[in-house]
Antibody, heavy 122, light 107 residues
Framework: QVLLVQSGAEVKKPGASVKLSCTASGYTFSNFYMHWVRQVPGQGLEWMGV????????TYTQKLQGRVTMTRDTSTSTFYMELNSLRPEDTAVYYC???????????????WGQGTLVTVSS | DIQMTQSPSTLSASVGDRVTITCRAS??????LAWYQQKPGKAPNLLIY???SLKSGVPSRFRGSGSATDFTLTISSLQPDDFATYYC?????????FGQGTKLEIK
């Protein structure tokens, strides 16, 4: 079955960077865009951006432009999301979420990874 | 950015009840709207896309409707497994945006 397995929880100091991974299996890696969505504990969902698995091209939310970088490794079917200059307000659960539609950006998500908690604290 | 506003924020209901959650967009999103269910400590799970298309495997008691700026999610007969938080999401325009969520509680 389709599975997205994310890396483990991280604790970072303000100003540091974090790089999260999301390893995909059970489907053709190159056929589905991958999105990243974050959720501050107890709050709503915020879309961060999307990456094409084939070309590596990305679209980011303007709010995070300049601080976020999404990449992928086709040899290991793994997606990465790096966030720089971390702030306490970046404390959140970060999800990778596969696009539901094949070969196009449908922009709705199924399935999701299990999430990675990133805590930013001095 | 398109703002998505859900109401109510919290809904108390009983097993067997029919409930409706509303989602309003600050501008038209056509029918590019999805609904997700999220349980504590878990990732969201897609229920409905394109406003009214039910994802395969989702029980038929879930129904989505609406277009443009006004959408609803209706659960026809609540089951114990349905108590969760529900989010709407527009995907008409980047950035994709979500509603703030509706927590469905047991009365």
């Amino acid at each position: 079955q389709v599975l997205l397995v994310q890396s483990g929880a991280e604790v970072k100091k303000p100003g540091a960077s974090v790089k999260l991974s999301c390893t995909a299996s059970g489907y053709t890696f190159s056929n589905f865009y991958m999105h990243w969505v974050r959720q501050v504990p107890g709050q709503g969902l915020e879309w961060m951006g999307v990456i094409s698995p084939s070309s590596g091209s990305t679209t980011y939310t303007q709010k995070l432009q300049g601080r976020v970088t999404m990449t992928r490794d086709t040899s290991t079917s793994t997606f990465y999301m790096e966030l720089n200059s971390l702030r306490p307000e970046d404390t959140a659960v970060y999800y990778c979420a596969r696009d539901r539609q094949e070969l196009v950006r449908g922009n709705y998500y199924d399935p999701w990874g299990q999430g990675t908690l990133v805590t930013v604290s001095s | 950015d398109i703002q998505m506003t859900q109401s109510p924020s919290t809904l108390s209901a009983s097993v067997g009840d029919r409930v409706t959650i509303t989602c309003r967009a600050s501008q038209s999103v056509n029918y590019w709207l999805a609904w997700y269910q999220q349980k504590p400590g878990k990732a969201p799970n897609l229920l409905i896309y394109k406003a009214s298309s039910l994802k395969s495997g989702v029980p038929s008691r879930f129904r989505g409707s609406g277009s443009a700026t006004d959408f609803t999610l209706t659960i026809s007969s609540l089951q114990p497994d349905d108590f969760a938080t529900y989010y709407c999401q527009q995907y008409n325009t980047y950035p994709v945006t979500f509603g703030q969520g509706t927590k469905l509680e047991i009365k």
